[in-house]
């Protein structure tokens, strides 16, 4: 994972509480400048810093409100951040930002309290579903990557320990980075890792800045070792099919992908790894600004031929595989990964 080194740090007043003042303190190389929001940054006084590695912004969540997701967990739980150093060319997170550094979200006791009454209004024992047999589960990182906000706040520690103490809460998050720090946490399994898995030559092309899929199969049993549960988010899937620069179709090259996580994952590990499958949404917006900056990546994103449009709910367009080749893909998906690796449940798919 990269060193993360901010040379400037931007903070709303109500950020610096005592978690806020601990990351603050760890750069103090870094300039602090006082903003009044932290999700509109004064874009016109930082020309000459690059957004993801030379800022980072402290922020007060306001809005703890918690969705039910019924995917990848129960409940969507509040941001504990926003944005990582990451720039993957199909991250939603990014999508409808002019800048986009990390923010973090300092006032995770308020968070932990959100979700603790969210919780203890539930009823109690729960009827066990897909996310988990036992637990309410809460995806904690929709917004950000939290192996990366781990490295940058002392608070992330501290809802990790929440949720392994918590009678009723489990966590959970995807992520495509490897923060060995949190090998020294025990979870005791009641925080579920989700490492997002895709072809390795292709994650080269659109995971950008991430540590690679070859880091993240090697890091699978450490983790399980550590008391993580861990499954595999196989998302998302991009389907293509010998387009130029790739010499090869995702078929096969997801068939070598379970192959190799086959290889890499322990029997212990195979007995409690779930998977989840999303084939890939794009957006219109997103795939303007990628002609710009990662117009390889585009190649494989934008494929009109079999994708079709749809109006997504905060105004945007988004583009999918049409919906009769989707059910294909699905059928296909299913049967390599029956084939390779059968004792790797699907969660959902979709
Ligand atoms: S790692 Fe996740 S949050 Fe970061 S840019 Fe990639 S998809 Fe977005």
Redesign the pocket.
């Known amino acids: 994972m990269p060193d993360f080194k901010p040379n400037k740090i931007l903070y709303t007043p109500d950020a610096l509480n005592p978690n806020g003042l601990r990351i603050a303190d760890q750069y103090p190389d870094a300039g602090r400048t006082p903003i009044k929001q932290h999700n509109r940054l004064p874009e016109v006084d930082l020309p000459h810093y690059k957004a993801k590695s030379d800022l980072l912004v402290l922020g007060r969540l306001k809005s703890k409100e918690i969705k039910y997701s019924g995917r990848s967990s129960d409940f969507i739980a509040p941001s504990l951040a926003n944005?990582?150093?990451?720039?993957?060319a199909?991250?939603?997170?990014?999508r409808h930002k002019k800048l986009n550094p990390i923010t973090v979200f300092t006032n995770t006791d308020e968070i932990m309290a959100a979700v603790d009454k969210h919780v203890m209004a539930l009823p109690w024992p729960r009827t066990p579903n897909q996310t988990d047999p036992i637990y309410y589960t809460y995806d904690i990182g929709c917004?950000?990557?939290i192996a990366?906000d781990y490295a940058i706040s002392p608070g992330i520690h501290d809802v990790f320990q929440f949720y392994k103490d918590h009678e009723r809460a489990k966590a959970t998050f995807?992520?495509?980075?490897i923060n060995s720090e949190m090998l020294e946490f025990d979870p005791a399994r009641k925080i579920r890792i989700r490492f997002?898995l895709m072809p390795a030559e292709i994650s080269r092309l659109v995971?950008?800045r991430?540590d690679s899929i070859e880091k993240r199969l090697q890091a699978i049993n450490d983790f399980y070792a550590a008391g993580y549960e861990v499954h595999v988010n196989f998302s998302p899937v991009i389907v293509y099919d010998r387009v130029r620069g790739i010499e090869r179709d995702w078929e096969e090259d997801y068939r070598e992908l379970f192959q190799q996580l086959n290889a890499a994952v322990s029997p212990e590990v195979k007995k409690q790894m779930q998977c989840e499958v999303i084939f890939l949404t794009h957006n219109e917006w997103q795939h303007v600004a990628n002609l710009q900056i990662n117009p390889k990546a585009e190649e494989l994103l934008w494929l009109p031929a079999i994708q079709e449009t749809k109006r997504s709910s905060y105004g945007g367009i988004n583009i999918r595989y049409q919906h009769q080749l989707k059910a294909q893909m699905i059928n296909t998906f299913i049967n390599l990964l029956t084939e390779e690796i059968p004792w790797c449940g699907i969660r959902y798919i979709f």
């Open positions: 944005g990582c150093f990451g720039g993957c199909y991250c939603y997170v990014d917004n950000s990557d990366v995807a992520t495509k980075f997002s995971d950008v991430t």
